[in-house]
């Protein structure tokens, strides 16, 4: 398995380019409308430069978080977003090895960051986060999935302006249906895709709120 994200040149290059992949901003704004605007803590699981979570904390200014990375050009670009921002823990971390003790979260977010996973650790983090949720918690991945044909894969590197040998060797992509299908088996429920565009994808899942006495049809 290859992982050139330690890569400072590799890291610069994703930053370089962020910005300009094609229907990305789509798939970000469904995530914040999914996100409750109540949430009190969120883990953000490879945040990168911070993206996502600065656009999280635009409507949720006091919101507790905490982002995780191990590349050190995403934990200084991190770090530097929000060195005025005493509400966000940064932690350097590598998503290949269990996470660390932390307590519960009522969001958990990750945006193409878990494809670069083998699959085996795809599902045991997902059971991690299914663990550190609150009851009633969400899980959002905005990830880079597989497509179910070679020409559809081809069609997606053309989209973004990539030739297949320009293919990323860290990438360990996986179809849609096998992770919502994990989701659904560790116990997440409402669990959909609910937006995609080629091999780009927002898989969502909630923890089941805790019944109480009045909870129970009589």
């Not at 297949?164 to 116990?187: A, F, H, M, Y």
Request: glycine share 4%; net charge negative.
């Amino acid at each position: 398995m290859v992982n050139l994200w330690t890569s400072a040149e590799h890291a610069l290059s994703y930053l370089a380019q962020a910005d300009n992949i094609p229907h990305r901003t789509e798939g970000e704004s469904v995530l914040l409308e999914e996100v409750p605007k109540t949430v009190k803590r969120i883990l953000d699981l490879g945040t990168g430069d911070g993206r996502l979570l600065a656009l999280l904390k635009i409507e949720r200014p006091t919101v507790s978080s905490v982002a995780v990375d191990f590349s050190p050009t995403m934990l200084e670009a991190v770090k530097t977003r929000f060195q005025d921002d005493s509400t966000v823990e940064i932690i350097d971390h590598n998503l290949d090895q269990t996470l660390p003790e932390l307590d519960d979260f009522d969001a958990v977010i990750s945006s193409f960051a878990i494809h670069h996973l083998s699959h085996h650790r795809k599902r045991s983090l997902y059971v991690e986060i299914f663990n550190l949720l609150q009851p009633g918690g969400i899980f959002c991945n905005l990830e880079h999935v597989a497509s179910p044909t070679v020409r559809l894969h081809e069609k997606f590197l053309k989209a973004i302006g990539r030739k297949p040998s320009e293919d990323d060797p860290s990438n360990q992509l996986l179809d849609v249906e096998t992770q919502l299908k994990w989701l659904r088996n560790i116990g997440f429920e409402d669990v959909d895709c609910y937006w995609k565009w080629l091999e780009l994808a927002l898989l969502i899942g909630l923890k089941p709120k805790l019944h109480t006495t009045s909870d129970t049809v009589q």
